[in-house]
């Protein structure tokens, strides 16, 4: 358990980075605010207005409600049976490697590595091993892959759901 623990945070820099919650919050839980980062959530601080992260979102499933993404969010759900999954460290180096086209698309990775945890999200999107679940504003599932996907593949999958393709319409994006 220690070592699927230390290769989870070898992985993911940003969760080990996350401090416990600020204080009133009775829940332990804060909805996600559009363009924060985990450590100014944890901080109790967003990014200011007008500015983009410049950080990737990544929780881990025990700390996100799907609901909390609702209309704010593309939640990009990353499982495996363990942190040390080749899959699963393949998938989110590729998705810290190049985060802006994700960061611009409104997107939060959410990960899964303890089947035995049985969570919201594994009981929702029942995954097999290794899974990559992209899912819309509306919290519908759009697709489902079972290798890593590049962020290109990922953006360009996005770029094609209909709440997308809405949104480039209005506000004119590329």
Excluded: C
């Amino acid at each position: 358990m220690k070592l699927k623990r230390l290769i989870f945070l070898a992985v993911v820099p940003l969760i080990a980075a996350m401090g416990p919650r600020p204080e009133g919050e009775a829940d332990g839980h804060r909805p996600y605010v559009r363009g924060e980062v985990p450590a100014a959530r944890n901080e109790g601080t967003a990014a200011p207005a007008g500015t983009a992260a410049h950080e990737l979102t990544v929780l881990p499933a025990a700390e996100a409600d799907p609901a909390e993404f609702l209309w704010q969010a593309r939640p990009v759900v990353v499982f495996a049976d363990t942190a040390a999954d080749p899959a699963f460290v393949e998938q989110l180096a590729a998705l810290q490697r190049d985060p802006a086209p994700l960061i611009a698309r409104d997107v939060v990775v959410v990960t899964d590595t303890d089947p035995a945890a049985a969570g919201l999200w594994r009981r929702r999107l029942r995954p097999e091993g290794f899974s990559l679940v992209l899912m819309d504003k509306d919290g519908q599932v759009k697709q489902r892959k079972p290798v890593p996907w590049s962020v290109r593949e990922i953006t360009r999958a996005i770029d094609k759901f209909p709440l997308r393709l809405q949104e480039i319409g209005r506000a004119g994006l590329p």
